[in-house]
């Protein structure tokens, strides 16, 4: 994997992340596929709306259908026919939001699954392997996500146990090569006859350590601004190739949020890039870019989706509503996408109302496609030296927008990382 | 609408129905989309699978989301963005399914609906109204369903009624018409300006009763070939411009409705099409078209699909088998959908075990790919003269097929029509 930041405004950049599956734009939304599929769309669906790389969820698919099936299948993305770039999440807060089924050690995680109540183990060690196995292009270390609230004795205490497992899931990492190449079975056999970070082969892994799987570290430290900046200085120590901001989203108040975000930007190197993790609303990803990050996630958009929140470019759209019944209008006049060019508010808001299964397709089609576009704008602007203008213009149609101030958020999960 | 023979296969006919949406090829399938949605796969799929003509049910369109609101929108066709041929059942089917909420009368039938428990009544004269203001291109008398089993007065007197009604909906009809145009309201309005059976304007009423809508009758008489005969007879002595066989596929054996369908066939007008309503699986479509059936709809292939249960060339698939697991193969290597050419069988078979909404969409694609295809065939083999090796071929293969003998259907309910 390589970064380059090819433009800045201010805070934000504009870069580019090269991995063994093609050039990921930044900053990046990424679209959540926790089971391998992005939840009611086909591959070639993402592919037209211009997702440059998924999340895949190690816990999940762990559980099923299985690392070693996976592995035996030739990896992730051939798993599920992506040729484009994969990340996939290290577990470590898909288990700690079990709660109640989990015990922590040094050594570890033990909980039971979701789905059958069998009792399992990460460590650092099998959360990196089970990664190396999927073969995603950028991997997460195994952390421990602090809870909200939590006091400062109880937050340096879990930074603390996630800087180390950071260390150990680096090593985990370095002894899966054999002379620089992945010693992993059929995927890793790939790896000697294909080299190039823009093939659309399958399963493949590169030759050099540059170009093979990247480890981000996750920096963790509760709300104290002292501990986010001693787990980011530490974990820049491991010279870990991008690093992720965790632990946010958790339930604390929006603008905590945003304060820790800045108070650890600025401890991670500039080189690099920054990925803040499971956020958030549309506005709330502009607001992140400006400040200087470059990759994020969310299942919101898919989530809202399926519960009939939309997104436009005149604001929310709760598309069960009745005054939506005989609207002929596209759902948004300014989407391109396959939704807004052929079906009316009327025909989905029926759907919706209907409980029919496309209505689920075609809303999370849409949303996707509204992300999406946000952050495509959000590139060109930076690009263009506009980006300041460009969030002044969000700011004020966001407080403006009728749609947007007069309707509740119909999903009952907050905006958050995918448990 | 107009309907051509273009070749004969003994008793098989290929042919063209010339409709205000364009050309149906037949022998034709077509897929259901009860409440204006095929479920799970958007239009433009549908349209990418070939599908000429969809249906949609009265019943549930008047429930939901209401005829006017539709009508308002300027029908069916524009309100799901269906450019291509409708079909209407008329709601009798529907409404006699309901059972124990039901109320049946000379005039009509009282139904609570199953949605809200909320009285309604739809009567031959309401029936037909309700299907002039959805506009679809084919619409459906409304009838009296026999129940099996049926003794032969029960049968006789409830054929009786079905045909006093076919000739209510057939003047309820005619009066909708001033000057030779319909007179319906917003839709109406666009026929004075949108003339011609194949534009992709929506909502245009055509200018002539060929043009126009084609209300076809349905032809019961339970079990009993003399009283099959006689209702249609007495149907044909209406003139209408197609006849459908209803009544069947309501629980009784599967050759006594072939037997049904062959003796019904024999009474209907060869230069009309005949639609055999509510079959089948992909061996019984292709026989009824071999007995000189026209078109067909059914539930299988899509609701056995978010099942689980796949058709391929090489037999049935039943997703959800371990066999599957580390099955990289496509799902059938005969077919060129879309899901065929991407996806594995482990793929489709991780997303139907864990429950993912995707398997519900690409099964069902898959499957009405199947389908269509199928009838492709058919009508190739007419054309060429082949069908009658084809028809054995299909024969051979389905009885040597390990994958269709070896697993049973898992969907509870019966092929039939929607209820």
Redesign the interface.
């Known amino acids: 994997m390589f970064f380059e930041v090819t433009a800045r405004a201010d805070a934000a950049r504009r870069g580019r992340i090269n991995t063994p599956h093609g050039a990921v734009e930044t900053p990046v939304f990424m679209p959540v596929g926790t089971?391998?599929?992005?939840?009611?769309?086909?591959?070639?669906v993402l592919e037209e709306l211009g997702a440059q790389i998924l999340l895949g969820n190690t816990y999940?698919l762990y559980l099923?259908?299985g690392v070693e099936?996976v592995r035996?299948?030739?990896g992730l993305h051939r798993?599920?026919?992506w040729r484009r770039a994969l990340l996939t999440d290290s577990g470590g807060f898909q288990v700690w939001s079990l709660s109640q089924m989990r015990k922590l050690s040094e050594e570890g995680i033990e909980f039971r699954s979701h789905l059958d109540g069998s009792l399992h183990s990460f460590t650092p060690e099998s959360a990196t392997a089970a990664q190396i196995a999927l073969g995603a292009d950028i991997i997460m270390a195994f952390d421990e996500c602090t809870e909200y609230p939590a006091d400062r004795a109880r937050a340096r205490k879990s930074m603390e146990l996630t800087v180390r497992w950071a260390e150990r899931c680096k090593k985990r990492l370095q002894e899966s090569m054999v002379d620089g190449r992945w010693s992993m079975g059929k995927a890793g056999a790939l790896a000697h006859e294909v080299i190039g970070g823009d093939s659309t082969a399958i399963g493949h892994r590169p030759s050099t350590i540059d170009d093979s799987q990247a480890l981000f570290g996750i920096v963790q430290g509760g709300m104290y601004p002292d501990l986010r900046k001693e787990c980011a200085e530490r974990l820049v120590e491991l010279d870990l190739p991008g690093y992720a901001i965790g632990g946010l989203s958790v339930g604390e108040p929006r603008e905590l949020t945003r304060d820790i975000v800045a108070a650890t930007l600025q401890h991670l190197p500039a080189g690099k890039p920054r990925y803040l993790m499971g956020v958030g609303t549309p506005e709330e990803i502009v607001e992140y870019a400006a400040l200087g990050v470059d990759m994020m996630d969310c299942v919101h958009p898919t989530r809202a989706a399926r519960h009939g929140l939309l997104f436009t470019s005149e604001g929310k759209v709760n598309i069960k509503g009745a005054r939506y019944?005989?609207d002929?209008g596209p759902l948004d006049p300014n989407c391109g996408c396959?939704v807004c060019a052929?079906?009316?508010r009327?025909?989905l808001?029926?759907?919706f109302?209907?409980s029919?299964?496309?209505a689920?397709?075609?809303n999370t089609v849409h949303n996707l496609a509204y992300y999406l576009d946000t952050m495509g704008r959000v590139r060109h602007s930076i690009e263009l030296g506009g980006f300041t203008s460009f969030l002044s213009g969000l700011r004020s149609r966001s407080l403006n927008s009728p749609a947007h101030t007069q309707r509740e958020d119909p999903t009952k999960a907050p905006p958050g990382r995918k448990a």
Not at 35 to 44: L, T
């Open positions: 089971q391998a599929s992005v939840k009611g769309v086909p591959q070639e999940h099923r259908p099936t035996r299948l030739g798993f599920m026919s019944a005989e002929e396959r052929r079906y009316s009327a025909y808001r029926h759907l109302a209907a029919e299964l496309l689920q397709v075609l």
